[in-house]
């Protein structure tokens, strides 16, 4: 059996959590908000300094992944990833970044990959991400929605599942 039990209100479409290494979790919202969450009061805050999402449909800020190496000694990968779906005029693009954890607030955020082709916003962006234990992180891409060929082309990202290395 199981329970459920409200540990935070106010959010309106999250998507994704992290759980920090202290019991609080940080959460995306598809408007584009990362918010620190405190289990232990209910309290969220809204952390500044996330770039703006093109938040159509299923588009935002998607999926949220801690370095694996988050909380060491030093600091050095005290790293957050996130995907989103980045703005191209009309059009939105799936995209890949990062941004330093300090303390209780965001660093700057630090571009990583996006997809090759943007395409009309609002649908099937994919973007989760896992770690691998080699150290490099997957990020999926979803096949867009609107050019169902595209998943099958070679020379597209689109429905693919992309591998990226530290460099």
Do not use: C
């Amino acid at each position: 059996s199981f329970s459920i039990e409200r540990v935070a209100g106010g959010l309106t479409n999250p998507w994704a959590v992290a759980f920090l290494p202290d019991g609080r979790f940080l959460v995306s919202e598809r408007s584009g908000q990362l918010n620190l969450i405190d289990p232990s009061s209910g309290e969220a805050t809204r952390l500044e300094g996330m770039p703006e999402v093109n938040h159509h449909g299923q588009g935002g800020l998607l999926d949220v992944v801690l370095h694996p190496d988050f909380d060491n000694a030093d600091g050095d990968n005290d790293w957050i990833y996130f995907t989103w779906s980045k703005p191209d005029g009309s059009n939105s693009r799936a995209a890949l970044s990062r941004v330093k954890w300090q303390g209780n607030e965001l660093g700057d955020v630090e571009h990583l990959f996006e997809q090759d082709r943007a395409s009309g916003p609002g649908r099937h962006y994919g973007s989760r991400l896992a770690w691998l234990p080699d150290g490099t992180l997957l990020m999926s891409i979803g096949d867009r929605g609107s050019e169902p060929p595209r998943a099958q082309a070679n020379d597209d990202h689109a429905g693919s599942t992309v591998r990226l290395t530290a460099t």
